[in-house]
């Protein structure tokens, strides 16, 4: 275990609604962190379950535990009363159905400390009613790219820097998909990493928001897409804008062969980034794209392969 002696406190901070199935599972994962120096900040968002007596055990048991009692306000504004008294000079988010691996702050904090980052994430495994890593983009200018297409990482496996943090609060009205809201806020001022390693269990279950609100979560990724594309580059066109959007909604409707070749050209244009782990990645979207994202009569091997030289 480290020395506390010139440690950075870190402050984690869980804000939860009803979590009594799985919650004290989450805060043993933190308070068994190798890391040591850190204060756990339970928000109860005025949870009508079992939730805050369980949580009151914790708080009598370990002195690093603080709650934070309130009514139902919502999530964002439960994170940020929690985030508001956090005195830590890094802050971590767990939400109260995940685990941590037990070095987890132990290894993020020393990269960070080391490189100019100022959000930390990893790869996270499924657990429960799905299974599997995820394994997020590593570089900056990779999850920059990602973030065109999916959330690049995930908030329970995610370390920031408390002045950022504090400076750049939960959006209230985000409701669902604070961790990509946040990326696309910071991602232009901010440098983000995630490690290659798998120090967070990210539990799937019919209870949480992404089973429960799917639709509602759909809506806002594309929506915070556009916002992100758009800031990359302000100067598209709106025909661009449109291939944009349609490249994103293949599986309710494939592309046609005309719809490829402009989805080429679009990708040869905007999606063909310098950085190594970047390119790699969109070279894997434009494939996954051309498999899975059209119609099947149609013949796209060679608008396939042009693409793929033009992105090498």
Avoid at 72 to 94: P, S
Avoid at 137 to 159: G, K, M, N, V
């Amino acid at each position: 275990m480290p020395s506390l002696r010139g440690s950075p406190l870190v402050s984690v901070v869980m804000a939860v609604y009803n979590g009594a199935d799985f919650i004290a599972e989450s805060i043993a994962s933190v308070l068994a962190q190798t890391y040591a120096h850190l204060e756990l900040i339970i928000v109860d968002d005025g949870s009508n379950d079992a939730t805050l007596s369980i949580v009151e055990h914790w708080l009598r048991s370990d002195p690093r535990v603080r709650v934070l009692a309130r009514p139902h306000l919502g999530h964002a504004q439960a994170l940020n009363a929690g985030i508001a008294i956090a005195d830590g000079a890094f802050i971590a988010r767990i939400d109260h159905d995940d685990l941590w691996h037990e070095r987890k702050l132990e290894i993020q904090l020393p990269f960070m400390q080391q490189r100019d980052v100022d959000v930390c994430g990893s790869w996270v495994r499924r657990f429960g009613a799905a299974r599997g890593m995820i394994r997020f983009a590593q570089s900056h200018e990779a999850i920059r790219y990602e973030t065109l297409f999916t959330c690049p990482i995930l908030d329970s496996a995610t370390l920031f820097r408390g002045d950022l943090l504090r400076a750049h609060p939960y959006p209230p009205e985000a409701i669902v998909r604070q961790e990509l809201t946040q990326c696309v806020r910071l991602l232009p001022a901010f440098r983000f990493a995630n490690l290659p390693r798998h120090l967070c269990d990210y539990r799937i279950h019919p209870g949480q928001k992404t089973q429960r609100f799917g639709a509602m979560i759909l809506y806002r990724q594309v929506e915070l897409g556009r916002q992100h594309f758009l800031t990359m580059y302000p100067d598209a066109s709106a025909d661009e804008i449109a291939i944009f959007e349609r490249i994103r909604t293949t599986t309710k409707s494939p592309l046609n062969r005309a719809e490829l070749a402009a989805a080429g050209q679009f990708f040869a244009r905007y999606l063909h980034p310098e950085h190594k782990e970047a390119k790699q990645r969109m070279r894997r979207r434009w494939r996954r794209l051309c498999r899975f994202g059209c119609r099947r009569d149609i013949v796209k091997a060679e608008i396939r392969d042009e693409t793929l030289a033009q992105l090498s």
